[in-house]
């Protein structure tokens, strides 16, 4: 079992920037890549951004290339999402999420790819 724990939300203003925390607790963090995703309301869950367990191959869904930056630091059990160049149309629920991975490579984009899910953090951004 993995806990993911998710922080760093809150209200912020177009333009601006947040960065969002993911902490994992249970199995070895290092063995697994991670994964943010977003939901607004009424929407279905959308992918954001992924990243390896080695930190060496990242993802990024098109509405967010350039803006936003996925790393991880697996000594401390945890995955960020630096998010620069907010827009209110980013004001969602984001979620962070683990897929266990054998591969160096290995990084997912779809929400059935992944085996853990922490509870959401709400990001806010006012036009």
């Known amino acids: 079992q993995v806990q993911l724990v998710e922080s760093g939300g809150g209200l912020v203003q177009a333009g601006g920037s947040l960065r969002l925390s993911c902490t994992a607790s249970g199995r070895t963090f290092s063995s697994y890549a991670m994964g943010w995703f977003r939901q607004a309301p009424g929407k279905e869950r959308e992918f954001v951004a992924a990243i390896s367990w080695s930190g060496g191959i990242l993802r990024y869904a098109d509405s967010v290339k350039g803006r936003f930056t996925i790393s991880r630091d697996n000594a401390k059990n945890t995955v960020y999402l630096q998010m620069n160049s907010l827009k209110p149309e980013d004001t969602a629920v984001y979620y962070c999420?683990?897929?266990?991975?054998?591969?160096?490579?290995?990084?997912?984009?779809?929400?059935?790819?992944?085996?853990?899910w922490g509870q959401g953090t709400q990001v806010t951004v006012s036009s």
């Open positions: 999420a683990a897929a266990l991975s054998g591969s160096y490579y290995y990084t997912a984009a779809r929400v059935d790819e992944y085996d853990y």
